[in-house]
């Protein structure tokens, strides 16, 4: 089985700073990875995945991930938020050959003008 | 979310009454999954289904009974709704390539 930690339940920080929302996961077989993001009352978007090939994978709205195998790692960056940016943030895990998703406890990104 | 529709959007129940969430999916993709999500326990799947006529249970189905009966359609039923089954719970489909679309969402409160 694979597990998902989240190891910020709240990250404040201001608008137009960079900010870094982590990820580890646990699985004994090769994952897929993935981000999602929950605006208040609404459904789960998602915002990014690693499948395969490159470890650096990015979204239209300027956050980008990086997979980390040795570290088991699957962080969130963008380098400037927005206050559009305030949501909850999901990570996500699936074992190659099996397809539900595991999700972490998510962590709420709060930006402040 | 286009293409996953949940219905309803918000429900009271009592302690012991019975219903049942609907999810629809215009997407026409196989697998389907309910989950429900709880403050600082992020999404728990209840039940799955992989294709039409199959479902298996996930990590937290007990108290929870599910009906793929089309390839459209996968319903989640309560029987005999209690207090720790207040929460919100979302249907997803899964796309190629592994993603999920996720339907809006059922608000659940058990009185």
Redesign the interface.
């Given at each position: 089985a694979q597990s998902?930690t989240?190891l910020d339940?709240q990250v404040p920080v201001f608008e137009e700073a960079p900010v870094e929302l982590r990820c580890n996961y646990s699985s004994s077989v090769s994952v897929?990875l993935?981000w999602?993001v929950q605006y208040p009352n609404?459904?789960?978007?998602?915002l990014l995945?690693y499948?395969s090939g490159s470890t650096l994978v990015e979204s239209i709205n300027g956050f980008e991930a990086e997979f980390n195998k040795s570290q088991t790692s699957f962080h969130l960056r963008k380098p400037s938020v927005h206050i559009s940016d305030t949501a909850e943030y999901?990570c996500a895990v699936?074992a190659m050959g099996r397809?539900?998703?595991?999700?972490?406890?998510?962590t709420r990104l709060q930006v402040q003008p | 979310n286009a293409g996953v529709t949940q219905t309803p959007k918000f429900q009271v129940l009592k302690t012991g009454q019975s219903m049942t969430l609907q999810c629809a999916q215009d997407m026409n993709h196989n697998s389907m999954y309910w989950y429900r999500q709880d403050p600082g326990m992020g999404l728990r799947l209840i039940y799955y289904s992989a294709s039409e006529g199959t479902t298996d249970k996930g990590e937290v189905p007990n108290g929870y009974n599910v009906s793929r009966l089309n390839k459209r359609e996968f319903s989640l039923r309560l029987e005999s709704a209690a207090p720790s089954q207040t929460s919100v719970y979302f249907c997803a489909i899964q796309r190629d390539g592994g993603g999920y679309t996720f339907g809006s969402g059922t608000r659940l409160t058990v009185v």
């Open positions: 998902v989240q339940s897929y993935f999602y609404q459904g789960l978007q998602l995945k499948l999901f699936s397809r539900a998703l595991t999700f972490g406890s998510g | -």
